[in-house]
């Protein structure tokens, strides 16, 4: 039968029903109907399915959502100021071409601004690393590499 | 109307501008089709074949039906279906077609076949449900190569016909035999163009609403041919093609993969109907693995007769394409392209073609991005450096030996194509140039000193592309036309709706065919508004694929614009009182030649004629215009890519240290997304040369379903491109444009392999297989040093 838990989702707290077997990305998409979060494969793969668990960047195809009771989560849809303004992760992305089909592009910009904040300076050759994690079939990866580090030179300056 | 690329305004053709599809999509408010939900849906899942080939015993749904939230379990016996699922393509009409049941019938053919579907209130329901439904297999013989399908002996596929073979195509020209004959030396090979896995990041996906009262069926899917899949939708399921909507919601990436009509489509639609809800299905990413079409999967055998300079006098291929269990939409016409493609660039009269098709118990082939040219190209492209090798000529040398030359432009090929246009050595030279292929050897010297082999590779290609002039799907036997729509609606306050038949999935039509917009109509780009892939707009639509969009969808768009022009200019005229050859066009308005004051802008024009006020003798309100544009020939993008990898002796592992792509697209309308179809691409190609490889075992098992197996390149094994663009304009559209989707994938596998091969050259490497995993390399160089 359910269990009940309550998380916190781009500031603001939910208190539900799952079942134990819930995955997160399910609960977002299909209880919170916070559908910016995408899965991409059943293996722990692709990366189209990542978010932001008490601030890591984590695959939530993989996390349950009771895992989640008493945590915050951060999805796609809390990218943006509350006056539209875009992070300037998705500001990047735009500039430098960094999407095409869209589908990945939720999961690589919580990738990207988990590997931002972490590696702040980071090279190229440092981002395609630890992007490797986060699979796009339509750009090569090069305008999201570009994009990546536009947006970590914007977030150093700001 | 010509177009000069150095007066354009901002946002008009030519100008990078960037995309006005990205902000939806950057903020997580895309609307994929798992994002929809409908009052009452259910879900389903489907029971699918664990055996290669298996007769069908007994299914036994009571325990799933036991389960609470499980509605309904659907066999073959119990959809309401009575047809299968139809193929549009039957080249030279002698093809096998044989019937695909939407869910399989008494006998199971592939590893993936859907044999039960069930209905729940979740997609957990619904899989549970799936998992206890029991099914009684009979196993039968399995053949799951090509090859061997088409041995004698071998176990059919279908025991309805005598053997496996589905479809021979062959053409030879009259002086094939005697070329061949004069030829100073004959040089073979053998190339092996393994099977892949599209691999679309979002998986397909559809929901059924069939609505009892009316008959009528809306159909969500991920699709790029939303209007094929309605002609189908109502063939197979009985009802009339008027009463179906099929909506294609955002797509997150296709090629070729959604250029399809498949039982799932067909089955949710059913489902809807028996059980009376809309019925979502949303594709796993191990079910895509068997249940999404596969691409390549052709073995080559050439030959080609050479002079003692390396000049091709005469070239046989024999090739045999894994077609799979069944025919999909086009299976049998994938071929036909690589046919059309064999002899590439380069001026070869003297050709002989066989293309074997065969069905293997295998899940059916059909168009991957490139779809039968990407074959050809690596094939001729491998054979090039063979001849070169054996002759001890240059790379480049051998192929610049046997171009097709500007001034044979229009070149009539020995396939049966007219090449429009094209300068192959300048994409070579430009090349040459920015990879510093001349300077290779002192390079090669340096890895050489780091214990490391080195090696540069090319590729020169040219592709068939804006499929297609109806006339030719016509003599191929497809039963589709290949001509595409427009319609351009100006509204009262001067804004613009495009509506096409083009279905983009990440190629931003919306962004391009605003900038189109703004430059043949003066609509500033953010006031045009383009709908797509919805059956409700459009009148029909032949949808995004064989990079058509722009040189088939964009000319009909051109198209409706001038239409719409012409017609605001007999506006203009009558509201400015003079005639319309007193006219000239700003760019944004109609003004009396040399009186700048006596104008009539679009808006003020968009306005008059639908307030209709004032409108000339003849003429009916609203500015608004429709095309359906037949192209009257293909189009033939070309290029030169440029590779240059270094070999890990130790490990076996390939780095790629460079690679330098020149295209030639014609004229672009945004180079920014040209540039973005062009390394996406190129990193597809990358992926079959250095990863990718569906395979099976000899039972049939798919050993390579998930992306555990089956690997897709990452970030971190890809290399940053260099891009370069020559331009020919396409003479066979106003606007020049020949295309830019495939072009990467089928430029890039030849070069990375060929770049592998010069490395380990030394080592007396001729030849190697695709792909390139380390395990293999290591294995090559073990045996050339033993």
Known sequence: MGETITVTVNGTAHTAEVEPRTLLVHFLREQLNLTGTHIGCDTSTCGCC????????????????????????RTVEGLQAADGTLHPIQQAFHENHGLQCGYCTPGMMMAAVGIIEQQPNATDEEIRDALEGNLCRCTGYQNIVASIRAAADQMARS | ???????????????????????????????????????????????????????????????????????????????????????????????????????????????????????????????????????????????????????????????????????????????????????????????????????????????????????????????????????????????????????????????????????????????????????????????????????????????????????????????????????????PSISHLTLFMVPGLYDIQDISIRIRQAFTNTTPTDAYRGAGRPEATHGIERLMDAIADDLGIDAAEVRRRNFIKPEQFPYSSATGLIYDSGSYDANLDAALELSDYAGFEARRAESEAKGKYRGIGLSTYVEVCGLAPSAVTAALGIGAPGWEHSTVRLHPT?????????????QGHATSWSQITQTELGIPFEDVEVIHGDTAFQPYGLGTYGSRSLAVGGIALYRSLGKVREKARE???????????????????????????????IQELAYAGWTSASLPEGIEPVLEATTFHDPPNFTFPSGTHVCEVEIDPETGRIEILKYTAVDDCGNVINPLIVDGQVHGGIIQGLGQALFEETVYAEDGQMLTPTFVEYLVPSAADVPEMTLSRTTTPSPSNPLGVKGIGEAGTIGASAAIVNAAVDALSGLGVRHIEMPMQPARIWNVIQEAKS
């Open chain 1, 50 to 73: 990542t978010v932001h668990l008490d601030g890591d960047a984590v695959l939530s195809c993989s996390t349950l959502a009771v895992q989640c009771d008493g945590r915050e989560v």
């Open chain 2, 1 to 331: 109307m010509a177009v000069d690329y150095t007066t354009q305004a901002t946002g008009g053709i030519g100008d990078a501008v960037l995309r006005k599809e990205d902000r939806k999509f950057v903020t997580g408010e895309g609307r994929y089709v798992d994002d929809l939900k409908l009052p009452g849906m259910l879900h389903a899942a489907f029971v699918r074949s664990p055996f290669g080939h298996a007769r069908i015993t007994s299914i036994d749904a009571s325990a799933a039906l036991a389960l609470p939230g499980v509605h309904a379990v659907l066999t073959n016996e119990s959809l309401p279906v009575e047809t299968g699922v139809l193929s549009a393509s039957n080249p030279g009409g002698d093809v096998r077609h044989p019937e695909q049941a939407i869910l399989a019938k008494e006998i199971a053919r592939y590893v993936g076949e859907p044999v039960a579907m069930v209905i729940a209130d979740d997609r957990y329901l619904a899989r549970d449900g799936a998992d206890l439904v029991h099914v009684e297999y009979d196993p039968l013989p399995v053949v799951v190569d090509a090859e061997k399908a088409l041995e004698d002996g071998a176990p059919l596929v279908h025991a309805e016909y005598d053997s496996n073979l589905v479809k021979t195509l062959e053409h030879v020209t009259d002086g094939f035999d005697d070329a061949m004959a004069k030829a100073a030396k004959v040089i073979k090979l053998r190339v092996d163009n393994q099977r892949l896995t599209p691999s679309a990041m979002e998986t397909r996906g559809c929901i059924g609403d069939w609505q009892e009262a009316t008959g009528e069926v809306t159909l969500y899917t991920s699709t790029q041919v939303a209007h094929f899949v309605r002609t189908f939708v109502s063939i197979v399921c009985g009802t009339s093609e008027a009463k179906v909507r099929v909506v294609t919601p955002d797509v997150g990436g296709g090629f070729g993969a959604k250029l399809n009509t498949y039982r799932e489509e067909f089955a949710v639609c059913a489902a809807s109907h028996a059980v009376g809800h809309p019925v979502k299905w949303i594709e796993d990413r191990t079910e895509a693995g068997v249940a999404t079409i596969h691409g390549r999967a052709q073995v080559q055998y050439y030959e080609v007769g050479v002079t003692d300079e390396g000049k091709i006098v005469a070239l046989k291929f024999d090739a045999v394409q894994n077609n799979g269990a069944y025919n999909m939409l086009l299976t």
């Open chain 2, 494 to 506: 001067g804004k613009a709706t495009v509506i096409t038949g083009t279905s983009p999935h990440g």
């Open chain 2, 571 to 601: 506006l203009a005229a009558h509201l400015l009182e003079c005639s319309i050859d007193d006219l000239e066009w700003t760019g944004t308005a109609w003004q009396v030649k040399g009186s700048p004051d006596r104008s009539k802008t």
